[in-house]
């Protein structure tokens, strides 16, 4: 089912679907967030039957195929040669002229061959031609006749408006002994999506806090850097909020891609501190709490400039994706939304630290 909502009803009779299908219908547009909801009309099918006499067939000789394959070439058209226009091949149909069948009177009048060809009679003296209605086509689910409901939804996320339409339709339709409705359309991919980031999301946290700990080879390092994690994930958000983007599969990925970009510059801030700690002890400069704060921030302020660069490289990189349009584009944009709202905020934070440090002397930049 294409939209993203939707309902099958399975049941025994395409009739009674089509009534539960019409009563759906006219229920489902007071939930909020429907847009359009539309049920398939299974009995809007329009057929021509023909209804053989057998005796008369009988009495003139023909068998049932015989009668058939007259209704077959002469109303719907028979393939007999092939013309040949250089290198193209057209196929030449043979049937009756439109005023001859465009009516059940003229198709009445379309002549049948007995005896060999030696006698033509009319088909109105061999069948009953008239119109009726059916399905126009049968849906088979689960040895079941389903049909469809289609719903498309705005400013509004699939679960919890099938939950909302769920219980309405709960109570409002009845339905017979032997019918079900069930929910399909894309959200179903949501949920099988769901099902895996369950998996895939602790993988790829356990994977962080491994490589991690084998680049730091200490606990305590490696906390340190997935606390920036919170952080990071705080500016994604207020970003997704500005963008006025709900979680979808796009957000999640960047999310995901956000926990590794967020890791690497942890690690170079780690690496930064610690080189600015061994320097101070190792001349002797580690006689005070405020000695060790005055490493920290200078270790801090060697980290800035190679943090600038790398949000600069991310944020230019990403934010030509926001204006992007095509095939595809509404999902690379929340796939680089959450990278290029943390890279925006580390970026004109970055810069204002570095004004900041220029101006006052403090550290050296590098």
């Known amino acids: 089912m294409r939209t993203p909502v ?28 429907t847009r359009s909801v539309f049920a398939e009309r299974t009995g809007s099918g329009y057929f021509l039957d023909f ?4 005796e008369e067939l ?29 290198r193209e091949r057209y196929p030449v149909n043979v049937r009756y002229m439109r005023d001859f069948r465009a009516e059940t009177g003229a198709l009445g009048r379309v002549l049948v061959g007995v005896s060999g060809g030696q006698k033509q009679i009319p088909i109105s003296h061999l069948a009953t031609i008239r119109t009726s209605s059916g399905p126009a086509m049968i849906r088979d689910e689960d040895g079941l006749l389903t049909g469809y409901v289609y719903i498309d939804i705005a400013d509004r996320d699939p679960n919890s408006y099938i939950e909302e339409a769920q219980d309405l339709l709960r109570e409002k339709v009845k339905l017979p ?43 305590t390092k490696t906390l340190i850097v997935l606390l920036a994690v919170p952080f990071s994930a705080i500016g994604a958000f207020w970003f997704l909020y500005l963008l006025d983007y709900n979680l979808s599969f796009g957000v999640l990925v960047g999310l995901i ?30 006689r005070s709490l405020a000695d060790l704060q005055e490493a ?71």
Request: hydrophobic share 45%; charged share 20%.
């Open 257 to 286: 891609a956000l926990l590794g970009v967020d890791a690497e510059t942890g690690v170079f801030m780690l690496l930064y501190l610690d080189l600015a700690y061994e320097q101070a002890k190792k001349e002797g400069r580690l």
């Open 51 to 54: 209804e053989w006499n057998r």
């Open 296 to 366: 920290i921030r200078y270790g801090a302020v060697k980290r800035l400039r190679p943090k600038f660069m790398t949000v600069a490289t991310t944020f230019l990189g990403l934010v030509p994706i926001l204006w992007s349009i095509g095939t595809g584009s509404d999902v690379m944009k929340r796939i680089a939304a959450p990278m290029v709202g943390v890279s925006s905020l580390l970026f004109y934070w970055s810069f204002w630290c570095i004004r900041r440090s220029t101006r006052s002397g403090s550290g050296t930049l590098n």
């Open 177 to 219: 002994a032997g019918y079900a409705i069930s929910w399909t359309g894309e959200y179903e991919g949501i949920q099988r999506f769901r099902e895996q980031l369950i998996v895939v999301v602790p993988i790829t946290l356990f994977l962080i806090l491994l490589l991690l700990y084998l680049n730091t080879r200490s606990v």
């Open 6 to 33: 939707g309902l099958k009803i399975s049941g025994a009779d395409l009739d009674t679907i089509e009534e539960i299908g019409a009563r759906v219908e006219s229920l489902l547009p007071s939930v909020k967030g």
């Open 58 to 86: 009988a009495r003139y000789g023909l068998s049932m195929e015989e009668a058939q394959s007259t209704i077959e070439n002469a109303i719907g058209g028979q393939n007999v040669t092939t013309t040949v226009e250089g």
